[in-house]
């Protein structure tokens, strides 16, 4: 097996376990959880000198490649491992990549600190830790993007798109879908933005997302 994907699914690891299931990939899932030491083992630390999951290793014509960051680990995936063909969720050209790529930034940057901090706050920190004051304050800042993801989306339904470039699932919906469904805890800021509710609905239910869910377990 060339293919080996370190991490668990309730972490960022989600996106290149969900990357390599929509592309029916056979993989070795390598169990390393976030907490207890195991992304800081001299092992771990020699795939990713950061201590962080996840890590996917290949074994490719160009030889061992380690690539770590989650977003650049599902674009690898699709890039390396899928075809280009217009049905796999992989950019199918120059315009798709090019979107993707611009998906998978502005989700770690405009969207993913806002989000984390609505998940922890609202529904993953034991309740006596939790600061509303926080999820709130980051619900607010997070209307601005989630008004930018709005209008494509709107603007894609115009051409009976139900995805945010190309009629299909693509690996920028999985980048997106990843840090956006952190919001779901913030439901009534979710009810705002209808397409954007819709959208995450119709990529969180994918039935590849559902059992890259359960790895692991
Ligand atoms: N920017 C990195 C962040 C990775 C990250 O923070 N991973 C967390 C789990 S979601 C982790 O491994 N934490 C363990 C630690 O920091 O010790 C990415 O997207 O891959």
Known sequence: MTL???????????????????????FEHVVTDYKGGGTRTPEFLTLNPNGHIPVVEDETSAGHL?????????LYITRAHGQANGVDISCANLKEEGE?????????TELEKDALTVLMHRMAM???ERK????????????????VLEGILS?????????????RFTVADLCVASVAMWIKPAAALLDEFPLTAAWLKR???R?????ARKFGR
């Open 4 to 26: 080996r994907i370190h991490g668990i699914p309730a972490s960022r690891a989600i996106r290149p376990l969900w990357a390599a299931t929509e592309l029916g990939l056979d």
């Open 66 to 74: 380690v690539v770590f960051e989650s977003m650049a680990c599902a």
């Open 100 to 108: 993707a790529l611009r998906w998978a930034f502005w989700s770690v």
């Open 126 to 128: 034991p309740e006596t």
């Open 132 to 147: 509303s004051d926080l999820a709130q304050a980051a619900e607010g800042r997070l209307r601005a993007p989630l008004k």
């Open 155 to 167: 603007a894609q339904a115009d051409q009976n798109h139900d995805y945010l470039c190309a009629a």
């Open 203 to 205: 990529c969180l239910d």
């Open 207 to 211: 039935p590849a997302h559902q059992a």
